[in-house]
């Protein structure tokens, strides 16, 4: 039988083996994906081995091997916690009791408290420096956080639309115009330096 053709690049590979659940009584899988990110972030990902991964652990490659299938299959596990992480805030809107100012307040609030996040400095990092090359490599691990985050931001304003909280428009757009800009302000902050060269007070965004 022929092969068939391959459709397009994919966000994300799955490792042959089956993977251990999301359960983590030991915690070890969290130790691996904190010390991956850790390296990554000062290494980078292609400059990173499984081996420094494992050592960073305490762990030997075999025992890593049993969570992850790949450094790759680590890299996703690490956008799938900080998209959980981001899941809380995006609750506001189902409850319909909840006012527009109050969901968008909260939201907001979320998306600022993330830009203190050392975890999230560590992200930034690494997809900045090494985004044009895991795309290089057939791997889109910036464009798969930018498209699952604004999924979610869209499906908020759905539901405020949905429930007569907000003016019905295109959720998607909504979602983009409100949430550019605060991320315009904590690339400039967080990333760029401008915290310590030309700081911006987060009021701007929360009164």
Known sequence: MGRKAQTGPKTRKSGKAARPGRSDPTGRRQEILD??????????????????????VGVNEATLYHYFASKAEILDAIID?????????????DDPRTSLEEVLRELTMSMLARFHSEREHKLVRLLMIEGPRLAGAGRYPVLRLMRESGERVTR????????????????????????????????HQHALGGKAMEPMSEAAFTD
């Open 35 to 56: 010390a991956s990110l850790d390296l990554f972030a000062r290494q980078g990902f292609q400059g990173t081995s499984v081996r420094e991964i494992a050592r960073a």
């Open 81 to 93: 916690v900080l998209l959980e992480e981001r899941a809380d805030a995006l609750a506001a809107a």
């Open 156 to 187: 908020v304003f759905e539901k405020l639309m949905a429930s007569g909280r907000a003016r019905k428009r295109d959720p998607q757009l909504t979602g983009l115009q409100f949430t550019s800009p605060i991320f315009a302000y904590g690339f």
